[in-house]
T-cell receptor
């Protein structure tokens, strides 16, 4: 069955450092890998997606990589700030399927 | 621009009572519509999704049901709530084109006592 794995333990880093979050998937052949941010008591908000033929995608302080051989995506936040503290969710997707399953998310805590 | 509305925002219901959560989308037509549930401290669980009126896929067997009476309206219902139905319910929509990026509503927090 399809499985999406994200680190269940919180990632605790110092302000200014780079945060790296991991998303691994099995039994999927996604055309895209999406990343969302969720704050407590709120719905997830879409941040960034990367296509299967892209190795890397950047948006401001965010960088996403996608390795279809390893079946893994890495999500980086450079120069992290306390305001980046949230839970980050990944979701593989395809044009041909509207069913979207999310990983359980990784909580990021950025200490001032 | 497109907006998604979800209500009520919060409700407390006794075990065995019925439930109706409503979600509407404005500014688009024929959206894909979704219901997710998030238990405290847990991930998002896909409950139902619909790619059009009369087309609803159920992902988790349970005492919940979904209906899509109009193109941009999605309703989550239960005839008799269980304690385990407590959680944060999220509605979302996406367009039929592209990568299926979801836009979520603000959520409905349900506590079953």
């Amino acid at each position: 069955s399809q499985k999406i794995e994200q680190n269940s333990e919180a990632l605790n880093i110092q302000e200014g450092k780079t945060a790296t979050l991991t998303c691994n998937y099995t039994n999927y052949s996604p055309a895209y890998l999406q990343w969302y941010r969720q704050d407590p008591g709120r719905g997830p908000v879409f941040l960034l997606l990367i296509r299967e033929n892209e190795k890397e995608k950047r948006k401001e302080r965010l960088k996403v990589t996608f390795d279809t051989t390893l079946k893994q995506s890495l999500f980086h936040i450079t120069a992290s700030q306390p305001a980046d503290s949230a839970t980050y969710l990944c979701a593989p997707s395809r044009n041909s399927s509207y069913k979207l399953i999310f990983g359980s998310g990784t909580r990021l805590l950025v200490r001032p | 621009s497109q907006t998604i509305h979800q209500w009520p925002a919060t409700l407390v219901q006794p075990v065995g009572s019925p439930l109706s959560l409503e979600c509407t989308v404005e500014g688009t037509s024929n959206p894909n519509l979704y219901w997710y549930r998030q238990a405290a401290g847990r991930g998002l669980q896909l409950l139902f999704y619909s790619v059009g009126i009369g087309q609803i896929s159920s992902e988790v067997p349970q005492n919940l049901s979904a209906s899509r009476p109009q193109d941009r309206q999605f309703i989550l219902s239960s005839k008799k709530l269980l304690l385990s139905d407590s959680g944060f319910y999220l509605c979302a929509w996406s367009s039929h084109s592209g990568a299926n990026v979801l836009t979520f509503g603000a959520g409905s927090r349900l506590t079953v006592l």
